[in-house]
């Protein structure tokens, strides 16, 4: 463990620190306006992630947020935000170890600033507001691999309208023959109320034991629950089954709903895709993903993504799913940890 020095980082070029309150709709906006022109491409720098202004917010203003782990990079003169980075307090279990980490997310720089080296600048600044807290752990996920990450993954697709493949250079997508539209019925949409909490601490305990298998997970308290696998409409999405006599044995499926914009070419073509999040499996595998491929396919989506572990390679290639290119990495700063292998991981991250 490390603590870095307290002093402020100095900044060049009439640039100044700018706590973003992402809570006001103005700060929200011209935070979407830079990550949708400068945030992470895929691999091969094709398509870009479009964040909406809602699921901005709902990322970042997670319970016990602050404006303090918000950080902006802006001009003096300007009003618009020429970088960005932000933290959330995390409880992560490690093999069986409780961590209080943080966790980074959006690190966006705009292009004329990365020349000068100001991603080192930002991490620098947010570590330092870290350490004001005590904590001295943060975890992290990117698609470019630079240093020796404790877990390396990737996503799984399933085309749900292969009539946008021609688009993907010629790739081929696999159609979804899933047209069982009765499976709707058995769905509820999974909304947290005050008057049946007691309902939803059991679905915590279900997951839980889900995680146990896992070698490490996010540790969810009831509050972290209800926020984080709900429904929210537009961007986040989870449904309950009705089936089953007792609420114990209800599954719950939460994915989020994120757009792709194509960088390269005259005309931007936008994809509009789920991906799973979390969810409570009480019901067989194959029929708990044929269940969330028909909703998804219901909604809209054109892409269905899963992350490689939550079931085995073997699996998904059998239900018709493709190896996709978008690669994660996992990095934990401040702790050292021995190399994870995908089905042991818990950790799901936007």
């Known amino acids: 463990m490390f603590f870095l020095n307290k002093v402020l980082p100095l900044l060049p070029f009439d640039l100044k620190w700018k706590d973003i309150d992402t809570s006001c709709t103005k700060f929200i906006h011209r935070l979407y306006s830079l990550l949708n022109n400068n945030y992470v491409e895929d691999f091969y720098s094709f398509l870009r992630f479009n964040y909406v202004h809602e699921f901005l917010k709902f990322a970042i203003c997670s319970p016990n947020w602050t404006s303090f782990l918000n950080l902006g990079l802006k001009f003096n003169r300007k009003e618009k935000i020429n970088g960005f980075i932000t933290s959330n307090f995390r409880k992560i279990i490690i093999r069986n170890q409780l961590i209080f980490c943080s966790e980074i997310n959006f690190l966006c720089l705009q292009k004329k600033l990365r020349k000068k080296l100001f991603v080192q600048v930002l991490i620098k600044e947010i570590t330092r507001r870290i350490n004001c807290f005590g904590k001295t752990n943060a975890i992290y996920t990117t698609g470019l691999p630079f240093l020796r990450p404790f877990l390396k993954t990737n996503y799984f697709y399933f085309s749900l309208k292969p009539q946008k493949q021609g688009i993907f250079n010629g790739g081929k997508f696999t159609n979804c023959s899933y047209k069982n539209q009765k499976m709707l019925l058995d769905w509820k949409k999974f909304i947290p109320k005050k008057k049946k909490i007691p309902n939803y601490r059991i679905h915590l305990k279900n997951m839980k034991k889900n995680f146990q298998k896992k070698k490490i997970y996010k540790h969810f308290e009831l509050i972290d629950f209800t926020y984080w696998i709900r429904f929210v409409k537009g961007f986040k999405y989870a449904f309950i089954n009705r089936n089953g006599v007792l609420n114990n044995k209800k599954s719950i499926i939460s994915f989020y709903a ?4 194509t960088v390269k070419g005259k005309r931007p073509c936008y994809f509009y895709d ?12 194959g029929l708990f993903i044929t269940n969330t491929l028909v909703i998804c396919k219901s909604i809209g989506f054109d892409l269905f993504y899963i992350l490689d572990g939550y079931y085995n390679e073997n699996f998904l290639l059998k239900s018709k799913f493709k190896n996709g290119y978008n690669k994660v990495s996992m990095y934990m700063l401040g702790l050292k940890l021995k190399i994870i292998e995908p089905l042991e991981n818990g950790l799901i991250f936007f």
Not at 258 to 261: H, K, S
Not at 274 to 285: S, V
């Open 274 to 285: 789920a991906y799973f999040y979390y969810g409570t499996q009480m019901i067989e595998r």
């Open 258 to 261: 994120l757009a792709c914009r």
